[in-house]
């Protein structure tokens, strides 16, 4: 007897259409799997066969195949548990092979026949978007908010046969278009004073456009980092969906039962690997923080205790916001579309300033080293966050609260996103001759820049868009004027200057 049975697996964020075929013939009763599973796949024998034993169904007592199609790659997870146990209920004769043709099955068995979540159940499920997909009860939430077909859940096997053979319907669920989880971020009025770097965390957030705050301990760049994440927008339905297959593939504390609509927050520890930044490192090819942090905000506290060559990994998911990960039986492509917020000390001691710096000329240079140019160029905005004065701390006046500010990020984010369709820091130079052009004395500002060597051909551009947010806050006209472009460049602070930059005027 022979059944095919739908199923999926997970590669990387993204689900993998699997067909489960199973053949009990004559011959010595044994189970054999096949088409390239790992070893959780293999050890699916011992679990199917609890399961059924345990739902008082029958072991069939032949020669047993299951061939996992397309066997050219690799199957991984305990994902197609539930569609070789059914495999081989059908290919018993115990269920009717015409009616699994509507059905795909997605999840693992536990020894007592239960149905068991499983990680990604978002993608997998996207995979299986032409049948009607049965699931485990966790699995629900996640797994119909992201998808527009019927999706059903169950408790154990011996509910899923019942189903199937007519003798019990289906719990028909509401999708949950709309149900992610909602989080209580940091508001920015607890910040006191600094309205340099307050006014960088609004242009970008408006303009989607990467921050460094170099200052010493205590100047408060974590607090404003932290509070940055509060005046993104909500997520549209496309980046919703994306989100949440990220987070749903490593099964994130971000998931809680739907799409996730908050822009996420990533922080990693400065300890972080490669693989924990960029994504890969095993045959499953998990994402990496630049991946869980699309469409949202990754801050890298304390820059300077990252390994060189982590940070400078980053430097091709910035500039094409997806990250290529290539190994030798598979490759594939990850979202990397996030905003990058990082904090460091100007130097080893974090004092910077002369006078209280203690830190020699070599020990200067050889921290600076551990930042690349082409990184530090990739920083839209540099700002120095020097501490706040005694009077700003004891001031009783709050400053301005994250509500009000969100609402001119979203304001400005509307009028970019009217042009072309996206934010200003994604404008191509195309774009941003017809979106940002420039006043006669802009050009000639920026030409005295350039002839300087004060801006790189990649700095010329991002100072071009940066403009174009700062000119969008303002509700400047369409033409960017030397003003716009003056604050652009003061936010743009030398590193191996520390905290020293030129006159601001706000």
Same mark, same amino acid.
Request: charged share 20%.
């Given at each position: ?66 061939? +996992?199609?397309?066997? *050219?790659?690799?199957?991984? /997870? ?7 146990? !059914? #495999? %081989? @209920? ?120 990467? +921050?460094?705050?170099? *200052?010493?301990?205590?100047? /408060? ?7 940055? !994440? #509060? %005046? @993104? ?139 690349? #140019?082409? @990184? ?131």
């Amino acid at each position: 007897m022979f059944a095919s049975v739908r199923s999926a697996t997970l590669l990387g964020v993204r689900g993998s259409r699997v067909d489960v075929e199973v053949h009990a013939g004559i011959g010595l009763p044994g189970f054999t799997v096949v088409g390239q599973p790992d070893e959780v796949c293999r050890e699916s024998r011992d679990r199917v066969r609890a399961a059924l034993l345990s739902s008082d169904l029958p072991w069939p007592t032949r020669r047993i195949t299951v061939n +996992l199609a397309p066997s *050219g790659d690799r199957k991984s /997870g305990a994902c197609l548990d539930l569609a070789i146990a !059914v #495999g %081989l @209920l059908a290919a018993q004769g115990l269920l009717p092979v015409e009616i699994l043709s509507q059905y795909a099955f997605i999840a693992e068995l536990g020894l007592d026949g239960s149905l068991r979540p499983v990680r990604g159940a978002t993608p997998l499920v996207l995979a299986t978007a032409d049948r009607q997909t049965v699931v485990a009860f966790e699995n629900l939430g996640e797994a119909s908010a992201a998808t527009v077909t019927q999706v059903f859940s169950a408790k154990t096997l011996f509910d899923v046969v019942a189903c199937l053979s007519g003798r019990a319907q289906w719990q028909k669920v509401a999708l949950q278009k709309n149900s992610g989880r909602s989080r209580v971020v940091p508001d920015l009025a607890d910040v006191q004073g600094q309205p340099v770097a307050r006014q960088a965390l609004e242009i970008s957030a408006a303009g989607s456009h990467h +921050l460094l705050l170099v *200052g010493p301990p205590g100047a /408060g760049k974590t607090m404003l980092a932290e509070r940055l !994440v #509060g %005046l @993104l927008p909500p997520l549209n339905d496309e980046q919703a969906i994306s989100a949440t297959m990220i987070h749903s593939s490593v099964q994130t504390e971000f998931l809680n039962g739907g799409l996730i609509r908050d822009a996420p927050y990533r922080a990693p520890h400065h300890s972080s690997s490669m693989v924990a930044m960029v994504g890969g490192g095993t045959a499953l090819m998990r994402p990496g923080e630049i991946s869980l942090a699309s469409h949202g905000v990754l801050f890298l506290d304390e820059l300077g205790e990252f390994a060189p060559s982590v940070l400078d990994a980053l430097r091709q998911p910035l500039e094409q916001r997806v990250v290529h990960l290539a190994r030798a039986r598979t490759s594939v492509v990850m979202p990397a579309e996030f905003l990058l917020v990082a904090a460091t000390n100007p130097c080893p001691c974090g004092e910077g300033t002369p006078g209280a710096c203690t830190c020699d000329d070599a020990a200067r240079a050889r921290y600076l080293r551990r930042f690349s #140019g082409p @990184l530090l160029d990739r920083f839209d905005l540099r700002v120095a966050v020097s501490r706040p004065n005694t009077v700003d701390l004891i001031s009783p006046i709050a400053g301005e609260p994250t509500s009000v500010v969100a609402a001119r990020v979203a304001d400005a984010r509307s009028l970019a996103f009217s042009r072309f369709g996206d934010t200003n820091s994604a404008l191509t130079r195309q774009q941003l001759d017809s979106a940002a052009p420039l006043t006669k004395k802009a050009e000639e500002f920026l030409r005295k820049e350039l002839e300087a060597g004060h801006l790189s051909g990649r700095g010329y551009h991002r100072v071009r868009r940066v403009a174009r947010t700062i000119a969008d806050l303002a509700g400047a006209p369409e033409m960017i004027d030397e003003t716009h472009l003056h604050l652009a460049l003061m936010l743009r602070v030398d590193l191996a200057s520390g905290l020293r930059t030129r006159e601001m005027s706000f």
